[in-house]
Structures are given as structure tokens and as C-alpha cells.
T-cell receptor
Framework: DGGITQSPKYLFRKEGQNVTLSCEQN?????MYWYRQDPGQGLRLIYYSQIVNDFQKGDIAEGYSVSREKKESFPLTVTSAQKNPTAFYLCASKKGQGVGETQYFGPGTRLLVL | SQQGEEDPQALSIQEGENATMNCSYK?????LQWYRQNSGRGLVHLIL?????REKHSGRLRVTLDTSKKSSSLLITASRAADTASYFCATGGGSNYKLTFGKGTLLTVNP
């Protein structure tokens, strides 16, 4: 099956700890995205990557870091600098940069603080 | 910043009725997309309408776009309980490498 997978489904973070959320896609898409969703809110863009070894900050990048070493993978690290990390994190991918490209989403990871 | 704003924030209807959700945005766009999200799940793409299009249909979905008013509407006809979800509009701008999402409309279809 082609698609986007995210793991884990639930993640618990202790105070001062860095945690990494996994996102993998086998759609052969060039672009990948990380969004944060708070209860009752829309999606806010954290980071995005249009090609391997390149990524750009989104609207709320502070306290987060990413890497794009492989086309299939775009992991997100929530660092200890992110003081309010509790949220639902969604990864998405897109084939290219043309007009009319839609994004395909993974099932999400819910991050909770202990 | 979130460009799209959906209206209403919540909508409750009976099965078989039509549901209409609206989206307003602020800047020029290349396209506008509608997504659906079931509770606790990822988003699923429903339909895309380009800036030079005025109306588009897909099954029970009808989307309109009025670029002069910077607004779009999503109509779901003959709604079913399975349509219960949050619906988001997302706008693609000039660079087109990212989408800007609204806060969504929570639709509840009562059986």
C-alpha cells in the first residue's frame, strides 16, 4: 500500500526531554510537511522540505528541528525549548510544486507531556 | 498565520439534509482546497478548485469559488451520519509550496 505512516501514535514527553516523531512516505513525493494542530484549531505549519537535504521554517518553527536525509523520511524533533508541546502532529507530503497539487496526510501523532 | 476562516464553526443537521460551509480568505490564491478530518485522524483531501474556476462537483460535493469576494463554499448534499467530521479549507498562494489552513467547521449529522 502506498501512503504516509507516522509513529508512534501516542508519545509522552518528560520535562526537559527531546522527542522525535517519525514520518515515512512511499509515494515518491518530493515535498514533505509537518503541522501542529491544537484542540479546535486548524493546522499550523512547523517545517517543510521541498527536496532532500533542504528544509524551511514554517510559521511556528521555534522549539522544533527536522532533517531530510532521505526522500522517504522527514523526522520531527520536539526539543526541550518547546514549552507547550502538547498537541496533535500531522505529517503530509506532496508530489511537486505545480498548481493543483494536493497534500496527503499521515494518521498523526498525539504528543502529551508527563 | 491562518488565512482561511470557515463559517460556521459548528453545524448540526439531520441525515438527508444539505450542509453548507463557507470559507473566506484574505490574499490572492492559486487554488483553494477542502479537506475532511475525522476525530483524531489525519486529513483527507476532498476537492480542489483553481482560481480561474467558479464551480466544481465531486459526487455529493459541490464547491464554489468567488475570487472577487475572496470566498468559497462547500455544499454536501443528502448528508449521512458518516459525513460527521471537521472540514477545513486551505489556500495555496503564489509560491504554491505550502497551504494555509482555516480553523475548520465541525459538522455533525444526526441519524
Amino acid at each position: 500500500d502506498g501512503g504516509i505512516t507516522q509513529s508512534p501514535k501516542y508519545l509522552f514527553r518528560k520535562e526537559g526531554q527531546n522527542v522525535t516523531l517519525s514520518c515515512e512516505q512511499n509515494l515518491n513525493h518530493d515535498a514533505m510537511y509537518w503541522y501542529r494542530q491544537d484542540p479546535g484549531q486548524g493546522l499550523r505549519l512547523i517545517y517543510y522540505s521541498q527536496i532532500v537535504n533542504d528544509f524551511q521554517k514554517g510559521d511556528i518553527a521555534e522549539g522544533y528541528s527536522v532533517s531530510r536525509e532521505k526522500k522517504e523520511s522527514f523526522p520531527l524533533t520536539v526539543t526541550s525549548a518547546q514549552k507547550n508541546p502538547t498537541a496533535f502532529y500531522l505529517c503530509a507530503s506532496k508530489k511537486g510544486q505545480g498548481v493543483g497539487e494536493t497534500q496527503y496526510f499521515g494518521p498523526g501523532t498525539r504528543l502529551l507531556v508527563l | 498565520s491562518q488565512q482561511g476562516e470557515e463559517d460556521p464553526q459548528a453545524l448540526s443537521i439531520q441525515e438527508g439534509e444539505n450542509a453548507t460551509m463557507n470559507c473566506s480568505y484574505k490574499t490572492s490564491i492559486n487554488n483553494l482546497q477542502w479537506y475532511r478530518q475525522n476525530s483524531g485522524r489525519g486529513l483527507v483531501h476532498l476537492i480542489l478548485i483553481r482560481s480561474n474556476e467558479r464551480e466544481k462537483h465531486s459526487g455529493r460535493l459541490r464547491v464554489t469559488l468567488d475570487t472577487s469576494k475572496k470566498s468559497s463554499s462547500l455544499l454536501i448534499t443528502a448528508s449521512r451520519a458518516a459525513d460527521t467530521a471537521s472540514y477545513f479549507c486551505a489556500t495555496g498562494g503564489g509560491s504554491n509550496y505550502k497551504l494555509t489552513f482555516g480553523k475548520g467547521t465541525l459538522l455533525t449529522v444526526n441519524p
